[in-house]
């Protein structure tokens, strides 16, 4: 996939003057109906579209700025729909929910199941995804010795990022 936010690089979609998003897109794209084919989901064109929303740009966006924009499209959706999609989404390892913000983003690593980390800038709600293998052992091992069996888990950093530092 061409540079969302590769494994083990924070920040990598914090710089949209070296990213080719237009690729991104198609390659997120791609994937997706690679990774339904393998798994016997059907990547339908209402799931599609919303796949493409989803990666529209690195900012998380809600279901309702999804269905304005399925709306605008001439599309007669309505909330379940969108819901319908995202779960779908979801369930497939397509995009992530970043849970404090209730909105979405896609995912940079589909093919393999792993517990990611997101970097959230404040000021222009762009977000990275990193997956780090030392943080989820590390989390891992608090739940352990906690006795807490984790069924969810969204890591959220929050700052500023390059540019907005800048």
């Known amino acids: 996939m061409a540079d969302p936010a590769p494994t083990g690089q924070p920040g990598a979609s914090f710089l949209p003057h070296r990213h080719d998003h237009a690729s991104c897109v198609a390659d997120a794209l791609a994937v997706a109906a690679q990774v339904c084919g393998e798994r016997q989901g059907r990547l ?6 919303v796949l493409e929303l989803v990666w529209g740009s690195h900012r998380p966006i809600g279901a309702y700025d ?4 399925l709306q605008q499209d001439g599309r007669s959706a309505a909330p379940p729909t969108v819901y319908r999609a995202l779960d779908f989404l979801m369930a497939h390892g ?5 849970e404090s913000l209730n909105a979405f983003v896609g995912c940079a690593d589909p093919r393999r199941a792993h517990s990611g980390q997101f970097f959230i800038c404040e000021t222009c709600r762009s977000a990275a995804e990193v997956t780090d293998p030392d943080v989820a052992r590390a989390l891992a091992g608090c739940a352990q010795r906690l006795g807490f069996a984790v069924k969810s888990q969204t890591v959220e950093f929050r700052g500023l990022c390059p540019a907005c530092r800048d």
Not at 66 to 69: D, G, N, V
Not at 94 to 98: A, Q
């Open 66 to 69: 999804i269905l304005a924009a």
């Open 94 to 98: 397509l995009v992530h929910k970043i």
């Open 44 to 49: 339908t064109p209402i799931r599609r579209r």
